[in-house]
């Protein structure tokens, strides 16, 4: 079975440019969630679908961030424009019952 | 008050003790916990979760909760340096999954 793959693996970009992170969740996986970590600091929860429904997006900093969920498949989380208090690792994960969540890679993401 | 306190350690154990992590959580209605372990550079994997009042095992490893104290711990028995790692608690709460995650602790294990 593949696991939940994020891509890329690492971004630098400038201040101001538009940066789109993807996650292709575990096939089958209904439920798909992104988090960030800031440097120093806990994962925090950006938000979360069901298919292709935003569940929950409680934990989105801003307007500029836009995530999206086509078809209920793969996923991308758009940062227009990006901050330098952007940074940090995004990670997507992917579940289908309570038995906690599989985890991408993640996606580090320097903003300069 | 952080919704899931970890201590971050490090905490440093020699190979073969055990090792003893703790995490305490604010939310009287979490129903899920989860243990992660992080390597660094790594993403986060599952290695426990546990729903009930109790102690549940697997292998080496056991995870022990008192939803009274709100309190969950995770144990390591035979603590070997692959053990060395960021173990994350983490706890959802309500229907829809969202979890909450710790800072983690960072755990050395000394050969």
């Known amino acids: 079975e593949a696991g939940v793959t994020q891509f890329p693996s690492h971004s630098v970009i400038e201040k101001g440019q538009t940066v789109t992170l993807r996650c292709d969740p575990i096939s089958g996986h209904d439920n798909l969630y992104w988090y960030r970590r800031v440097m120093g600091k806990e994962i925090k929860f950006l938000l979360h679908?069901?298919?292709?429904?935003?569940?929950?997006e409680s934990g989105m900093p801003n307007n500029r961030f836009l995530a999206e969920r086509t078809g209920g498949t793969y996923s991308t989380l758009k940062v227009q424009p990006a901050e330098l208090e952007d940074s940090g690792v995004y990670f997507c994960?992917?579940?289908?019952?309570?038995?906690?969540?599989?985890f991408g890679s993640g996606t580090r993401l320097t903003v300069v | 008050q952080k919704e899931v306190e970890q201590n971050s350690g490090p905490l440093s154990v020699p190979e073969g003790a055990i090792a003893s992590l703790n995490c305490t959580y604010s939310d009287q209605g979490s129903q899920s916990f989860f243990w992660y372990r992080q390597y660094s550079g790594k993403s986060p994997e599952l290695i426990m979760f546990?729903?009930?009042?109790g102690d549940k095992e697997d292998g080496r490893f056991t995870a022990q909760l008192n939803k009274a104290s709100q309190y969950v711990s995770l144990l390591i028995r035979d603590s070997q340096p692959s053990d060395s790692a960021t173990y994350l608690c983490a706890v959802t709460s309500g229907g829809y999954q969202k979890v909450t995650f710790g800072t983690g602790t960072k755990l050395q294990v000394i050969p």
């Open positions: 994960a992917s579940s289908q019952e309570h038995y906690g969540y599989t």
């Open positions: 546990i729903y009930s009042n």
């Open positions: 679908f069901v298919k292709e429904s935003k569940q929950d």
